[in-house]
């Protein structure tokens, strides 16, 4: 059982010593009486645990836990000792710390039952900062309509991906615009080698090819005709025997209301309409996306401060594991020194601008009013209820924005934010 939960006033004295960024440097004392309890707390909860022949484990004496159990007593006092005095001395300083505190100068030998004690602790904090240039950002506007030749970029991309391949005729060539069958074999340095053999290979005699020489090799022969070639790989020599099986052409569909039914429109004019508004759609999100990235730019332009580097450090290796273990094959633990460094080289400015962006619209949101309310809150859980009437979904949501509703006040005000910059911005 606990003895003592916090630290009782006057058993912890704390002076700050500096303040450098977003880092405050305090030099905190704990009294003798709260080392004491530290003592007392701790030779109890080892004892609870403490195993002696003899006894039932956690019915050995206090004296004997004491007596035989001196070192683990120490390491667990100064355990909560130093935990104790910490949050003390937060709530005598009143900092609201961003990270957990990290304790950077102590002299472990001076921890003694009676005895005060004295350490270091770095505390990282929000920044401060007076909020500006957030009112008139001026922000170039992309069209957030489809044009007709995007329009018809799209469609000419739906025909393309439609068209099928046809043979053609018997006395056709190979040229840069068809597509050549054949099948080879090779050898490397007068040897067959398997590896240069292939059957059925399709050719796009308009795309780079892999195998040196084929295409170049085979332009302007019939079906039916053979060849032979040779061509070099490093300071080997490659011959190849190919045989031309067919040549084909892409024939693309003819955009019509044929087309259209295909494509589950009853006309052509319905399916241009269906094209048009995913283009609108897309281009409507791509301008908007672009309008919020010229404001964040502005707002960080415009507000220069230090950031948290415990956040910082915390949040990007955060980042750097997710990205890693998502986005490659690689083990985010096994990384090496120089893996490690690349990809954290890439992945912190993202998290620095995020960080950054974070504590400008909390400023903004602050200075303007517009935090997100309980009101809000409950708005956007009916409105998702609305959106999914399942009753099976039901609690489901509920459960969701319950348990994320500080993260879902924090959106909304964000959302807030914004919308308030975008009315006040100038546009062009």
Known sequence: ????????????????????????????????????????NAAVQVQSRAQMQGFRAGKVPLDLVKQNFAAHIKERALDLAVKSAITAALEDTKLDAVAVPTLTKADFNTFNDGQSFTFELAVDVAPEFEVTGYKGIEVTKKADTATDKDIQENLDRVLDANARL??????????????????????????????????????????PQTMTGLADAIKGLKKGDVKDYETKEGN??????????????????????????????????????????????????????????QLENALIAANTFELPQSLVEEYTESSLHNFVHNMTQLDPHKLTAEQHKMFEERIRPSVEKDL?????????????????????????????????????????????????????????????????????????
Not at 24 to 29: F, G, I, K
Not at 362 to 375: D, G, R
Request: hydrophobic letters at 35%; charged letters at 35%; glycine letters at 4%.
């Open 1 to 40: 059982m606990s003895i003592f939960k916090t630290a009782q006033s006057g058993e912890v004295n704390t002076k700050q010593l500096a303040k450098e960024g977003c880092r405050v440097t305090l030099s905190v004392e704990a009294a003798p009486t709260l080392i004491t309890k530290s003592f007392q």
């Open 356 to 428: 950054k962006i974070g504590y400008i619209v909390h400023a903004i949101a602050k200075k303007e009013n517009l935090q997100a309310t309980e009101a809000d809150w409950q708005a956007e859980l009916e409105k998702a209820l609305a959106e999914n009437k399942q009753a099976t979904d039901e609690k489901k949501i509920k459960t969701f924005f319950t348990e994320r509703k500080d993260q879902i006040l924090a959106t909304l005000t964000e959302r807030k934010v914004f919308d308030y910059l975008k009315k006040e911005a100038s546009y062009k």
């Open 236 to 293: 080997d020599t490659l011959s190849f025997h190919v045989t031309v099986d067919d040549i084909k052409y892409k024939k693309v569909p003819a955009l019509d209301d044929s087309f259209a039914k295909d494509m589950g429109f009853e006309t052509l004019d319905q399916l241009k309409t269906k094209v048009k508004e995913n283009l609108d759609g897309e281009a409507k999100r791509t301008a908007e996306r672009d309008v919020v990235t």
């Open 166 to 207: 046809e043979s053609a005729a018997d006395n056709a060539t190979i040229d840069d615009k068809c597509y050549a069958v054949v099948h080879y074999t090779g050898k490397r340095n007068g040897t067959d080698d398997y590896k240069l053999s292939a059957d059925s290979e399709l050719i796009d005699m308009s795309a």
